[in-house]
Nanobody, 126 residues
Framework: QVQLGESGGGSAQPGGSLTLSCVAS????????MGWFRQSPEKAREGVAN???????YYAHSVKGRFTISRDNAKNMVELQLNNLKPEDTAMYYC????????????????????WGQGTQVTVSS
């Protein structure tokens, strides 16, 4: 069993930055693909970015160049750096993990997720 715990959400102005963190506890997930998803009341759940244990990444087109995903395998931790935030980035952000090491493209990851975190809210407004 794996538990995923997110932190770091909050409020920011357009153009601002936030850092989200996700720590996996329980069974070790240091070799598994992990990622971030987001969902707002107006939109379907969207894959944001994922990263495998070697550091290879996939990003959604909507965040590429603004968000950066990274991981610390020794700490079972994944971070998402959100820069140049836009109001449309407002959503609940969820950490997710799949039971294998190679990451699929982020758009194809949703159906493969085995564990989800409880989510952390990001609100971008002026």
């Amino acid at each position: 069993q794996v538990q995923l715990g997110e932190s770091g959400g909050g409020s920011a102005q357009p153009g601002g930055s936030l850092t989200l963190s996700c720590v996996a506890s329980g069974d070790s997930y240091s070799d598994n693909c992990m990622g971030w998803f987001r969902q707002s009341p107006e939109k379907a759940r969207e894959g944001v970015a994922n990263i495998d244990f070697t550091g290879s990444t996939y990003y959604a087109h909507s965040v590429k160049g603004r968000f950066t995903i990274s991981r610390d395998n020794a700490k079972n931790m994944v971070e998402l750096q959100l820069n140049n935030l836009k109001p449309e980035d407002t959503a609940m952000y969820y950490c997710a993990a799949v039971p294998y090491s190679a990451c699929p493209p982020i758009a194809a990851m949703d159906g493969e997720v085995t564990y989800w975190g409880q989510g952390t809210q990001v609100t971008v407004s002026s």
